[in-house]
Structures are given as C-alpha cells and as structure tokens.
C-alpha cells in the first residue's frame, strides 16, 4: 500500500460523531492528515482561517446548511475536491452533487476501504504532472486551449477559465483520445476507476456541464459530439503547445 503524502490534508464533515471518528482514526492510520467537522458552519470556519486543504468528504444531509449549499458555496471559492457521502438511494441527489461540483460520490452505508480508494483516486488525477511537459504545457483544440499544468481552460480571447477536477480530468481524457468514440463504460472507467452501471448518470452530468463550459449548443455540440449508441467523441484537432 502506498502511504500517503506527510502534507496531504482532509476534513470530514459529517454530523454523525460515530461515523467522524471511524474516518479520522482510518484515514490517519493511513497516513493522513485529518480534521473532522460536524457541520456547515465549522467548515466554512475552518477554511477561511486556513484554506490549504487537499480533499473535503462531505455529507450530504446535515441539520442547518446540507451538503449541496455547501459544495455550491466552496467550489465557487476553491476547486479542492470534494467527495460526497449519501444515505439517500435516488439518482437524483448524486447528480444534483456532480451538478454543484462534487468530484466523486460515496454511498452510505459504505466499507472505509472504499473511500479510501476513492481519496486516493481523486487526489491522484486533481495533482498537477508534468508527464506532458517535455511535449507541450498546452493542449490547442477548436477556439480554445488547456493548461495542463495550472489546469485551466483559456478562449480565444485569453479568458482563463478554472475547471473542477472532475471537468479536467474528463476533458484531458478526450483530448487525449481525440476523434476516437468513448463509451460512457470508458469514460467512467478511465475517469473514476469503475463501471457505470445501469442507471448511473454521473458521467452524462459532467459531460453537460463541461459542454456548456465550452459554449456548446446542447441540441446541437460541435466539438464534443454524441454517437447514438455507442457514446461520445471529440470532433476536433488537438496539437500540443509549449
């Protein structure tokens, strides 16, 4: 098992003490840093006095603030991660999550193994490379540009536009397979490290979502374009820039 980074901070936000401690006292046995949190209120606290945070796992239904308002109001401030937890078996409140920016989700009950599986996935693709330095920092497609390492989208016109981790990685995974179709099964898989099931509709959420970051017509996408039953492809020229 590989151990995690000395630096690496998370903040558990969950309104059940029993389920805090069992995380804090598992993710520090393995080798993180933790602060656990019982609402809206102490997180907000807590990253105003000292915002440097890796990964935030965060309930969804809490008394006072829920988990959607406050994944709506930090990620307006900060594209840290966030990993959702959810008691709740409708689909709908797991999109609603993904909408509002969440990166991953976990559902309740769950085996901490899991999580920590999913800590260590997010936090994996959120971290900035290198590994394309050496071919080009920027990735050039349609009007507009991706900084693969600051991890921004830029326009035509220099706009920077901060992307969430899940909009990155999903958007860097289609300019690397550019004009090439990918399944919902693929992108899931690539981007999350499993399979979609059946009615699983995250992976259709970030992709409405990173379409209307790049100003698509959602009847009618030019660059990010729908097979009818096979999944999805970027329609257009990738070159590498330094």
């Known amino acids: 098992m590989l ?3 000395p630096s690496t901070r998370i903040l558990i936000v969950d309104d059940d003490q029993e389920i805090r401690e069992l995380l804090q006292s598992y993710l520090q046995k393995n080798g993180y840093a933790v ?20 990964l935030i796992v965060l309930d969804l239904m809490m ?30 409140d797991r ?13 309740k009950p769950f085996n901490p193994r899991e999580l920590l599986a999913r800590i260590k996935a997010v936090l994996r693709r959120s971290r900035p490379t290198d590994a394309l330095a050496p071919k080009g920092r920027f990735l050039r497609f349609a009007e507009w540009r991706l900084d693969t390492v600051n991890r921004d989208l830029i326009d035509a016109a220099g706009t920077v536009m901060p992307l969430s981790g899940a909009d990155y990685n999903l958007l860097l995974l289609f300019l690397e397979h550019p004009n090439q179709v990918l ?8 981007t999350r490290g499993r399979e979609a099931s059946p009615y699983d509709r995250s992976i259709d959420v970030q992709l409405s979502r990173l379409r209307q970051r790049l100003g698509e017509d959602a009847k009618d996408p030019h660059i990010i374009k729908t097979v009818r039953g096979a999944g999805y492809v970027l329609s257009a020229e990738v070159e590498r820039e330094r």
């Open 3 to 5: 151990a995690a980074e």
């Open 35 to 54: 602060l656990a949190l019982e609402d809206g209120r102490h997180l907000l606290a807590q990253l105003q006095a000292e915002p440097a945070v890796d």
């Open 63 to 92: 008394p006072g603030e829920d988990g959607f308002s406050l994944c709506r109001r930090v990620r307006a401030e900060s594209e840290v991660p966030i990993i959702m937890l959810t008691a709740s078996a409708e689909e709908t």
């Open 95 to 107: 999109i609603v999550g993904l909408e509002m920016g969440a990166d991953d989700y976990v559902a």
């Open 183 to 190: 399944s919902r099964d693929d992108l899931l898989g690539l």
